[in-house]
C-alpha cells in the first residue's frame, strides 16, 4: 500500500521567505512525527501530534516553526522567514495506534523534503 | 523494498536478561549507521554512530556492531531495565546523504 508521502521533495527558497512542507500519512495513522537531519547530524525531533490531543511541540527550534495537522490526517509544517541554518532534509514519520509492546508503534519514515535556504 | 530491514519486529524480555536487535542493509555506497532509541511521543535519542572502518561501538549497556562486508549491523542490550522499554531505530546514511530507516524494533522490558 501507499506509504508517508511528502512534498516538495526538495525547496530551495531565499533567506526571510516563508515555507510550507506537507506530509500525508498512511491512512489510519493516528500518530505523526516531524523531525529534521543537517548535514552531518542525527535526527531531531521537532513535533509529535497524537490523534486529537494537543500536540507535542517541544523540540520546535524557535517559534519561526510551526505545524498543524488537519482532520487528523495531513499536516503541515511551516517555517516563517527562513534562515540558512534551517537548510536541512524535514522528515516524517506516522505510526498506528498499538497496544502496548506490539508493532503498532512501528514508525514509518517519508522521503524526506530537502530544504535548501540560499 | 526497503533498503534497510529490521528484526525482529517486536520482543518482550523479562528485565535483566539480554536481547539482541539486528539490522541488514543494502544502502550503498555507505557512509554510516545509527541507532536510536526513541519513547513514544518523544523524539529519538542517538545511541551509537558508526563508519565503515568501526564494527562495534559502545554506549553503557548499548553495544553496536557492524559488519560493513555483509552489510548488518546489531545493537545488543545487556542487562535490560524497565527503561529501556522503547522502540529502537536504525538508520544507514548513504555517502551523499540519503537516509535510509529501518521500520524499527519494539522493545518491552516486563518486570
Known amino acids: 500500500g501507499a506509504g508517508v508521502s511528502q512534498s516538495p521533495s526538495n525547496k530551495v527558497t531565499e533567506k526571510g521567505k516563508d515555507v510550507e512542507l506537507r506530509c500525508d500519512p498512511i491512512?489510519?495513522?493516528?500518530?505523526l512525527y516531524w523531525y529534521r537531519q543537517s548535514l552531518g547530524q542525527g535526527l531531531e525531533f521537532l513535533i509529535y501530534?497524537?490523534?486529537?490531543?494537543?500536540?507535542?511541540k517541544s523540540g520546535l527550534p524557535s517559534d519561526r516553526f510551526s505545524a498543524e495537522r488537519t482532520g487528523g490526517s495531513v499536516s503541515t509544517l511551516t517555517i516563517q522567514r527562513t534562515q540558512q541554518e534551517d537548510s536541512a532534509v524535514y522528515l516524517c514519520a506516522s505510526s498506528p495506534s498499538g497496544l502496548a509492546g506490539g508493532v503498532g508503534k512501528t514508525q514509518y519514515f517519508g522521503p524526506g523534503t530537502r530544504l535548501l535556504v540560499l | 523494498k526497503n533498503q534497510v530491514e529490521q528484526s525482529p519486529q517486536s520482543l518482550i524480555i523479562l528485565e535483566g536478561k539480554n536481547c539482541t536487535l539486528q539490522c541488514n542493509y543494502t544502502v550503498s555506497p555507505f557512509s554510516n549507521l545509527r541507532w536510536y532509541k526513541q519513547d513514544t511521543g518523544r523524539g529519538p535519542v542517538s545511541l551509537t554512530i558508526?563508519?565503515?572502518?568501526?564494527n562495534t561501538k559502545s554506549n553503557g549497556r548499548y553495544t553496536a556492531t557492524l559488519d560493513a562486508d555483509t552489510k548488518q549491523s546489531s545493537l545488543h542490550i545487556t542487562a535490560s531495565q524497565l527503561s529501556d522499554s522503547a522502540s529502537y531505530i536504525c538508520?544507514?546514511?548513504?555517502?551523499?546523504?540519503?537516509?535510509?530507516f529501518g521500520a524499527g524494533t519494539q522493545v518491552v522490558v516486563t518486570p
Open positions: 538508520v544507514v546514511s548513504a555517502i551523499w546523504g540519503k537516509l535510509q
Open positions: 558508526m563508519t565503515f572502518s568501526e
Open positions: 501530534f497524537q490523534g486529537n490531543s494537543a500536540p507535542d
Open positions: 491512512s489510519g495513522h493516528t500518530a
